[in-house]
């Protein structure tokens, strides 16, 4: 049986270490432009961003600096590295099973999706515990991904 899934929303929580773009921005040092060029050449998104009102993208700017570091081909160290790898696996199953689910047909889509989420839930938090075994600081799963949410909703 899987745990509920109620301490993953959390967001506050989550919220306070992610900026928006503009913010991000700043504080990286660099123009809104010049960020969106490196969010589109693959750096790294704590959550992505859709379009319309809610849609906008919130940064991990420590995520986003040893990103530019890689880049530029300086050194990153290997703890770093898990815990950005941490940070995303989340979301990146998330996108998984909602390509999954949406290949799903017939009559028992509503079961399907009820086990989905709980596979994404214990897939997550399997990944996370394993990256945390290396690096002890890797931050809690703190929110559900949108692809899940709407699931859990189904």
Known sequence: MTAPLSPLLDLERRA???????????????????????????????????????????????????????????????????????????EILALAIGRVFRSVEGPHKRAVAAVLAGAWYECATAMRDRIARDVPDVPEINAVPPEIGRLRHI
């Open 16 to 90: 306070l270490a992610l900026l928006g773009v503009t913010e991000a921005a700043a504080q990286l040092g660099v123009s809104v432009r010049e960020l969106r060029r490196w969010l589109a050449a693959g750096a790294p998104q704590a959550v992505r961003g859709r379009r319309g009102r809610s849609g906008r993208a919130r940064i991990d700017v420590q995520a986003v600096a040893a990103w530019r570091a890689s880049m530029r081909g300086e050194a990153v160290h290997a703890p770093h590295t898990l815990q950005l790898v941490a940070a995303d696996v989340p």
